[in-house]
């Protein structure tokens, strides 16, 4: 039998025998509706091709179930690893995730606030560039919808959920001076709060210990190439010969990346046993971090709790009619745990 086609939910309410508003409501929450309105109304979709356009009954209401979600890159694996485990939860939570990359571009950045203030999100979940973000573009948002920031923030009230950078860089800082010699931290461009706080960690526990910090600016202009960074970096550091330790703790995962392929190009064997040339340790557990070879020991960063934090967060944040001011004021930081793997 030929399926019936209904162009509009005034027609497909028609053919069900319910009103329009009990077929909006079913389509809000299907368990809104008396069971037997329930029955009649899946019983003839199944008889039929109409699909809601859930698009554009969004856009009539004054608050959508779009959840925008923006993060600086999508390339990058921890962003995407992110980005996953936040889409899952919110539609776990019935909302639709909108997913923008700025691309490390701050007219970008501030692109993607005005797309998705055009598609009325209910509210948002953002990684923002940090130092180069336009000036006020996040806190004009904040002042229609609820956002929260996750894995770097931007100076203000706004909720943040993210690492504690100086937990998670003690503690790796700790174990390397325990196990070897101890480190020299290579650095990456402060394109964010994150970078800033894992230097100061390192200084700071190096001094706690009496040993005196030695830091190498692997570059000073902005950019997220960190692998070309790190790699540059120690192919030019080892053509010199002026390596200035057998120990090298990088600010992330990715640098290290290049700084482990660089050290391979040149002979040298990275790894914890005796009869290596130089360890190398990171920060993130980036999930190709298992997967070089030597395995890179790091501090693993909680995904999960990252992404859940910020999801309740939102929710929270969602539910409440008039939230007070100081309610924006969370501040969540995650502990780190170290990953001990064979590069150090």
């Not at 990275?270 to 190398?280: A, H, K, N, S, Y």
């Not at 924006?328 to 745990?337: D, E, I, M, P, Q």
Request: aromatic share 8%.
């Amino acid at each position: 039998m030929a399926e019936k086609t209904h162009r509009t939910m005034d027609d497909f309410a028609q053919a069900c025998g319910v009103s329009r508003p009990t077929l909006s409501k079913y389509f809000d929450d299907p368990a809104s509706v008396k069971p037997a309105t329930r029955a009649r109304i899946e019983a003839a979709l199944r008889s039929s091709d109409y699909e809601p356009n859930l698009f554009a009954r969004n856009l009539n209401r004054k608050r959508t179930r779009n959840v925008g979600i923006v993060v600086p890159t999508v390339t990058d694996p921890f962003y995407a690893e992110m980005v996953s485990r936040i889409e899952l939860r919110c539609r776990d939570e019935g909302f639709w995730p909108i997913v923008i990359s700025s691309h490390g571009s701050p007219k970008l950045e501030a692109e993607s606030v005005r797309t998705l203030m055009s598609l009325k999100v209910a509210g948002a979940i953002i990684a923002p560039l940090g130092s180069v973000s336009e000036p006020g573009v996040f806190e004009r948002m904040g002042e229609n919808i609820p956002i929260v920031y996750f894995d770097t923030y931007i100076e203000g009230n706004t909720p943040f959920v993210g690492n504690d950078n100086h937990q998670s860089t003690s503690t790796i800082v700790d174990y390397l001076c325990r196990s070897g010699e101890p480190p020299v931290y290579v650095d990456i461009p402060h394109v964010n709060h994150n970078s800033g706080e894992r230097l100061q960690s390192y200084i700071e526990t190096m001094q706690a210990a009496g040993l005196e910090p030695v830091i190498i600016n692997a570059a000073r202009d902005y950019s997220w190439d960190f692998e070309r960074i790190g790699h540059e970096w120690m192919d030019r550091t080892l053509e010199k010969g002026t390596l200035p330790g057998r120990t090298i703790l990088c600010a992330n995962d990715r640098l290290a990346f290049g700084v482990m392929a660089a050290a391979y190009s040149r002979g040298l064997k990275v790894g914890r046993r005796p009869d290596c040339d130089l360890r190398v340790a990171a920060h993130d557990d980036h999930p190709l971090s298992r997967y070089t070879c030597p395995a890179l020991t790091t501090m693993a960063q909680d995904f999960t709790a990252m992404a859940g934090r910020s999801v309740e967060i939102l929710l929270a944040l969602l539910d409440e009619a008039d939230p007070p001011k100081q309610s924006l004021a969370r501040t969540v930081k995650l502990g780190a745990t170290l990953v001990m793997r064979q590069s150090a």
